[in-house]
């Protein structure tokens, strides 16, 4: 085997940018070839250290969730050892000393070559003032805009303001923003111009360490696009790709932060819903820009087309985010570009212009690869639940982390009628199902029965609804394919929290005091309900469906006012109401894999800000908190993982599970005993790229290919293929 290229993928890093910087490098690390390039995960923590980061913290869900451990645990890396260390950098870093030139300039130093653009153009596109400049004085469409700097600010009173800004024709609504930050990240949109001198302050003061000038521009009426491009290094020409068109959610105003980066959050069309000679206008137009500002290798330029198709250019970026659902991954995948493929360009385009590539493919000629049948996987992704877009990502994750050396996956959208469609790959890197929904036709859709003849393991990927309660598994039972998860029962009784409770209970288990009640009765008794609920139970008390996750419709009511509008809430889409207790002790999550034996993963302690875990604080790079491991004793450690595996095996799970639980101490505990109380099993964990149980196994020593890798494996042990030819086809001795 000839040695492989040492790539870096830098992330973290020192500005506000970055938890999405973060997010960018697990996703590089988990899709960079590895038969090509050896990969050193490096992280710089925001005081500036440099890091090899252990792999048991690439995915965890924000920084906060290791960074205490760096120091002990993560090997420390002078910058000047790192020509020893790799070859490559590859720049996942975002902002402030990551894409100002600042890394550029020291990367240069250190005779390091590195993805994206030189020192010059890097800083020159991260100062917005100065780029529009540069773009003005080339006949590019800018938008109209002032530059307050720290030291107006001070002083700067409103009637002088507003009189600037009519001078240079600018009326309400205002959009404000730093003149060094990305990801929108400190902007507003104004619509009073008295409220003008404190956003200014704020987007001034955004990066706490460094005060920056303040941009207040015109807020562009028409259709707002991003358009990522590449560099074609074999001819020299650069390579536009469809550009996406962003619809902000309704009353946002802007594509904030949470839109960017929230699962299913705002519409995006790519290509944009315009006819071709406007995308081609767009795409000439971003092109002219790359070569204004000179940007190498990747370039994302951010714009709007005016309803008179005026095309007006708001941000140049030399580098795009990288996260799995990005513009960039999004649009490669519209040109057929793989994840892998297009980081694959991206790294090539710039060992061409460092002069290594040509070493590295001659190496490649020279290798025989001995091609094994691979196993075929359906994917099911989407669904009938109101979880169907966090299934989008874990199915999304699952397809592009299955080892492309074993495996041939396939994604199979589930609409919500439960109908199949084969995805093509611009179909599955849409931002949600209701995008995918819209582009799927008649010609991709398979039957159930046709799954017999194109997978020979099907893994679900649905959460809640129809793919979790043991009725996709029924069908997987009827149709003879082996799947991952647990079986029909296990399923069925899990995904109904009150029964759940109900037969832990009567096996020994401790588990929250509930009421249950329909929506009849809530019609019928509302009152006698209210007052069973007040001498049960002491306010605050949590109020959830029986049969949903991820944290939806979940509420703390601490009155009897916020009660009846929690439970009026679930019952405008539910049917039942389980009320229960709120536990005193250590929130915990624990991942459990295996069939017959199973093995707790270490616990992690779930910290929620408002006293249940939100959507956002699960889902969302850098919101939420999840320590791992959880911070217990060695001893109170064994205690909650011996009681997870007997809930496990009790209730018969297989492959692997979710159980979220209370630990208590015998101070905290009404038994005077210390005790685990079950809250809720999920027999088919979320797996999207951050979540919790991804870090758990990593934790033991499980990267997540080979955590994937093990789930299938135990299906298929589960269902036992009886034919030794095919048990030898599938490689699972």
Same mark, same amino acid.
């Given at each position: 085997m000839y040695k492989k290229l040492r790539v870096g993928v830098l992330m973290g890093g020192k500005s506000i940018e970055k938890e999405v910087s973060f997010n960018s490098g697990r996703t590089i690390c988990d899709h960079l070839d590895t038969h090509r390039y050896d990969i050193i995960p490096l992280f710089q923590a925001h005081n500036g250290i440099l890091y090899i980061l252990p792999w048991h913290f690439l995915h965890r869900g924000k920084i906060n969730d290791f960074a205490q451990r760096?120091?002990?645990?993560?090997?420390?890396?002078?910058?000047?050892?790192?020509?020893?260390?790799?070859?490559?950098?590859?720049?996942? !870093?975002?902002?402030?000393?990551?894409?100002?030139?600042?890394?550029?300039?020291?990367?240069?130093?250190? #005779?390091?070559?590195?993805?994206? +653009?030189? *020192?010059?153009?890097?800083?020159? %596109?991260?100062?917005?003032?100065?780029?529009?400049? *540069?773009?003005? +004085?080339?006949?590019?469409?800018?938008a109209r805009?002032?530059?307050?700097?720290?030291?107006?600010?001070?002083?700067?009173?409103?009637?002088?303001?507003?009189?600037?800004?009519?001078?240079?024709?600018?009326? *309400?609504?205002?959009?404000?923003?730093?003149?060094?930050?990305?990801?929108?990240?400190?902007?507003?949109?104004?619509?009073?111009?008295?409220?003008?001198?404190?956003?200014?302050?704020?987007? %001034?003061?955004?990066?706490? !360490?460094?005060?920056?000038?303040?941009?207040?521009?015109?807020?562009?009426?028409?259709?707002?696009? +991003? %358009?990522?491009?590449?560099?074609?290094?074999q001819n020299n020409t650069l390579l536009p790709l469809p550009p996406t068109e962003i619809i902000p959610e309704e009353n946002s105003h802007f594509f904030n932060y949470e839109q960017k980066y929230m699962p299913g959050r705002a519409n995006k069309f790519t290509p944009p819903r315009c006819k071709k000679e406007l995308i081609k206008k767009i795409q000439d137009t971003c092109m002219h820009v790359t070569t204004i500002l000179n940007i190498k290798t990747i370039a994302r330029i951010d714009g709007f087309v005016t309803p008179d198709e005026h095309i007006i250019i708001v941000d140049p970026n030399t580098l795009s985010?990288?996260?799995?659902?990005?513009?960039?991954?999004?649009?490669?995948?519209?040109?057929?570009?793989?994840?892998?493929?297009?980081?694959?360009?991206?790294?090539?385009?710039?060992?061409?212009?460092?002069?290594?590539?040509?070493?590295?493919?001659?190496?490649?000629?020279?290798?025989?690869?001995?091609?094994?049948?691979?196993?075929?996987?359906?994917?099911?992704?989407?669904?009938?639940?109101?979880?169907?877009?966090?299934?989008?990502?874990?199915?999304?994750?699952?397809?592009?982390?299955?080892?492309?050396?074993?495996?041939?996956?396939?994604?199979?959208?589930? #609409?919500?009628?439960?109908?199949?469609?084969?995805?093509?790959?611009?179909?599955?890197?849409?931002?949600?199902?209701?995008?995918?929904?819209?582009?799927?036709?008649?010609?991709?859709?398979?039957?159930?029965?046709?799954l017999i003849d194109i997978a020979d393991f099907v893994f679900i990927a649905l959460h809640g609804g129809s793919g979790e309660n043991g009725t996709v598994q029924g069908t997987l039972e009827m149709l003879g394919l082996p799947y991952n998860g647990s079986c029909v029962l296990t399923s069925a009784l899990c995904m109904n929290k009150y029964k759940t409770n109900q037969f832990l209970q009567a096996n020994g288990f401790a588990v929250p005091r509930?009421?249950?009640?329909?929506?009849?009765?809530?019609?019928?008794?509302?009152?006698?309900?209210?007052?069973?609920?007040?001498?049960?139970? +002491?306010?605050?008390?949590? %109020?959830?469906? !029986?049969?949903?996750?991820?944290?939806?419709?979940?509420?703390?009511?601490? !009155?009897?006012?916020t009660l009846i509008a929690a439970i009026n809430n679930i019952l405008n889409q539910k049917n039942y109401v389980l009320i229960e207790e709120l536990i005193k002790g250590m929130e915990l999550t624990v991942g459990v894999i295996g069939n017959d034996k199973p093995q707790a993963l270490p616990p992690s302690q779930a910290i929620a800000q408002q006293g249940i875990l939100s959507i956002e604080e699960k889902f969302l790079p850098g919101a939420g908190e999840n320590q791992t491991p959880a911070p217990l004793s060695n001893k109170a450690t064994t205690f909650v993982q011996k009681t997870i595996e007997q809930v496990y095996k009790t209730i018969q799970c297989k492959g692997y599970a979710r159980i979220d639980c209370f630990y208590q101490t015998k101070h905290e505990s009404p038994t005077g005993k210390e005790r685990v109380v079950i809250i809720e099993? #999920?027999?088919?964990?979320?797996?999207?790229?951050?979540?919790?149980?991804?870090?758990?196994?990593?934790?033991?020593?499980?990267?997540?290919?080979?955590?994937?890798?093990?789930?299938?494996?135990?299906?298929?042990?589960?269902?036992?293929?009886?034919?030794?030819?095919?048990?030898?086809?599938?490689?699972? #001795?």
């Open positions: 760096l120091a002990t645990e993560a090997q420390k890396v002078a910058w000047d050892d790192l020509k020893k260390i790799i070859d490559f950098v590859y720049i996942a !870093t975002h902002g402030r000393y990551a894409e100002d030139g600042t890394l550029q300039g020291f990367l240069t130093i250190l #005779n390091i070559p590195y993805l994206g +653009s030189d *020192v010059f153009t890097s800083a020159l %596109c991260m100062d917005k003032a100065i780029q529009k400049s *540069v773009l003005k +004085s080339n006949n590019i469409t800018v805009s002032i530059t307050i700097y720290p030291d107006e600010i001070k002083k700067l009173t409103l009637t002088a303001l507003t009189k600037k800004l009519h001078n240079n024709k600018l009326r *309400v609504p205002y959009i404000v923003k730093p003149s060094q930050e990305g990801s929108s990240l400190g902007i507003a949109v104004i619509f009073d111009e008295k409220k003008l001198i404190t956003a200014i302050k704020t987007a %001034c003061s955004i990066e706490p !360490t460094k005060k920056q000038p303040v941009l207040v521009e015109e807020k562009i009426e028409g259709m707002e696009f +991003s %358009c990522i491009i590449l560099r074609d290094y985010g990288m996260g799995p659902a990005s513009f960039l991954f999004r649009e490669a995948a519209e040109i057929g570009m793989s994840h892998t493929q297009l980081i694959n360009h991206l790294i090539e385009t710039d060992l061409k212009r460092y002069g290594l590539l040509d070493k590295i493919l001659q190496q490649e000629q020279k290798e025989i690869k001995t091609m094994k049948k691979k196993i075929r996987v359906a994917v099911l992704l989407g669904g009938d639940s109101a979880e169907k877009e966090i299934s989008l990502e874990s199915g999304r994750n699952i397809i592009y982390k299955l080892s492309p050396q074993k495996y041939d996956p396939l994604p199979i959208f589930v #609409n919500t009628n439960m109908e199949l469609y084969a995805l093509n790959q611009a179909q599955l890197v849409r931002n949600s199902t209701q995008e995918i929904t819209k582009l799927i036709n008649p010609i991709q859709q398979r039957k159930w029965q046709d509930n009421f249950l009640f329909t929506q009849d009765d809530w019609k019928a008794t509302q009152q006698k309900i209210i007052d069973t609920i007040k001498t049960m139970f +002491s306010f605050p008390v949590i %109020c959830k469906p !029986t049969d949903d996750g991820c944290s939806m419709l979940v509420y703390q009511a601490s !009155t009897t006012e099993i #999920n027999t088919l964990p979320g797996m999207t790229p951050a979540t919790c149980i991804f870090h758990q196994a990593a934790e033991i020593g499980i990267k997540p290919m080979d955590f994937i890798d093990k789930i299938i494996q135990f299906g298929f042990q589960e269902h036992q293929i009886h034919s030794p030819k095919k048990k030898k086809e599938m490689q699972i #001795n």
